[in-house]
Nanobody
Framework: QVQLVESGGGLVQPGGSLTLSCTAS????????TGWYRQSSGQERELVAY???????VYGDSVKGRFTIRRDNTNNKVYLQMNNLKPDDTAVYYC?????WGQGTQVTVSS
């Protein structure tokens, strides 16, 4: 059974940093792409960053240069390093892999 569990969300001030983690289980994590999406209130879920496993990484336009995705195939984890956070980054962040979604972790950027 595919399972994705996110952690690391929270409240941060504008300009601050957070690192989200996602731990995968129930499938061969190293065999496919994985990434992060987010959904803010009243908006559609959007791509944040995606690692295409040998095909490079893709970032949403609004996070380029500020966010970095990194995967650890040894420990079945994917991370999202978020720097210079802005209030517009406030959203629930979801991990994606093997066609499944995690439960999401809330990130709130506010002073």
């Amino acid at each position: 059974q595919v399972q994705l569990v996110e952690s690391g969300g929270g409240l941060v001030q504008p300009g601050g940093s957070l690192t989200l983690s996602c731990t995968a289980s129930g499938f061969t994590f190293s065999s496919g792409g994985t990434g992060w999406y987010r959904q803010s209130s009243g908006q559609e879920r959007e791509l944040v960053a995606y690692d295409r496993l040998g095909g490079g990484t893709v970032y949403g336009d609004s996070v380029k240069g500020r966010f970095t995705i990194r995967r650890d195939n040894t420990n079945n984890k994917v991370y999202l390093q978020m720097n210079n956070l802005k209030p517009d980054d406030t959203a629930v962040y979801y991990c994606r892999a093997q066609g499944a979604w995690g439960q999401g972790t809330q990130v709130t950027v506010s002073s």
